[in-house]
């Protein structure tokens, strides 16, 4: 079975870079498509970007120039990386698999921004 | 990007019960439409694809209707294991969009 865990640090400094890791088993990252969600407090979600099968990438026009996603095939690994973050981006960071839209999800890593 | 409006966005509802919950598009997305259930501290899981195609492993009791802008999720008989925030999301047209989620609690 697929399974997606993301990792990362729990708090991080305004201005500062977030950095997050999706470890995935049961399924190899060179097959499809893979993404970050967040989920904001209050409970609204947003669809940050994807990485494809190939390691080309889109994001969403709302993070602009903020965001890169990256992989470690080697390792079956893909990575999130926010640059400039502000109170704003506190959320519940979540990778998911982008088959039938999105089909599995992992648990998700709460992220604060805070000095 | 897409609109979606979800409603309501709380319910209450007793075992047994049929439940619905909708989303509305502020475009035409085709079927492009999912619907997840996410119980607290777990991850969401997919039910339904593409407006009305059942996930493999979910129970014949949900089922989703619809095309263009207007979706449902029918509940046929709520079962105590599905109370749970049920959220849409339309995969037509990037950036995927979300509904803002539906608390279901059980009466």
């Known amino acids: 079975e697929v399974q997606l865990q993301e990792s990362g640090p729990g708090l991080v400094k305004p201005s500062q870079s977030l950095s997050l890791t999706c470890s995935v088993t049961?399924?190899?990252?060179?097959?499809?498509?893979w993404g970050w969600i967040r989920k904001f407090p209050g409970n609204k979600m947003e669809w940050m970007g994807y990485?494809?099968?190939?390691?080309?990438?889109s994001y969403n026009p709302s993070l602009k120039s903020r965001i890169s996603i990256t992989r470690d095939t080697s390792k079956n690994q893909f990575f999130l990386q926010l640059n400039s973050v502000t109170t704003e981006d506190t959320a519940t960071y979540y990778c998911?698999?982008?088959?039938?839209?999105?089909?599995?999800w992992g648990q998700g890593v709460m992220v604060t921004v805070s000095s | 990007d897409i609109q979606m409006t979800q409603s309501p966005s709380f319910l209450s509802a007793s075992v047994g019960d049929r439940v619905t919950i909708n989303c509305k598009a502020s475009?035409?997305?085709?079927?492009?439409l999912n619907w997840y259930q996410q119980k607290l501290g777990e991850a969401p899981k997919l039910l339904i694809y593409?407006?009305?195609s059942l996930q493999t492993g979910i129970p014949s009791r949900f089922s989703g209707s619809g095309s263009g802008t207007d979706f449902t999720l029918t509940i046929s008989s709520l079962q105590p294991e599905d109370v749970a925030t049920y959220f849409c999301?339309?995969?037509?047209?990037?950036?995927?969009?979300f509904g803002a989620g539906t608390k279901l609690e059980l009466k």
């Open positions: 998911a698999r982008l088959i039938r839209g999105t089909d599995y």
């Open positions: 049961g399924y190899s990252i060179t097959s499809n498509y």
């Open positions: 990485i494809s099968y190939s390691g080309s990438t």
């Open positions: 475009q035409n997305i085709n079927r492009y």
């Open positions: 593409n407006a009305n």
């Open positions: 999301l339309q995969h037509n047209s990037w950036p995927n969009t």
